[in-house]
């Protein structure tokens, strides 16, 4: 039997939680994924098919400040910035879909800094 990569068996699990979560305009589905090198938030209308908001550590506004592009203070920073534009756009609460990620580390961190800033989920 061959042996998946992880990053394989990431894909099936994010495919596992899709099946159950869903966004709408009212409740937007956040989408966290993270690459070895940034990390990346969406606020997604599901329903619509559009993106509503949109964060990561490319953008040099959230790079600047930054001394890494992949750990847990960007994952801080991004989480901050995101929950800032949602507000900003009227979205108060979403549904969290970490990616077929573990709930803990840069996902972690990413996911307490939205709800500090205000985000509801």
């Not at 920073?77 to 009227?90: C, F, H, T, Y």
């Amino acid at each position: 039997m061959k042996i998946k990569s992880r990053s394989v068996m990431r894909e099936i699990r994010h495919a596992r939680l899709r099946k159950q979560v869903s966004g709408t305009a009212a409740k937007p589905r956040m989408a966290v994924f993270h690459s070895l090198s940034h990390i990346y938030v969406q606020f997604i209308d599901d329903e619509a098919g559009h993106t509503l908001a949109a964060a990561s550590t490319v953008e040099p506004a959230v790079r600047s400040a930054l001394a890494g592009t992949c750990n847990t203070e960007a994952a801080k920073a991004v989480g901050k910035v995101a929950a800032e534009r949602a507000l900003a756009k009227g979205i108060t609460s979403v549904v969290f879909d970490r990616g077929g990620h573990m709930f803990h580390g840069k996902v972690k961190a990413l996911a307490e800094s939205a709800r500090e800033a205000g985000l509801k989920f």
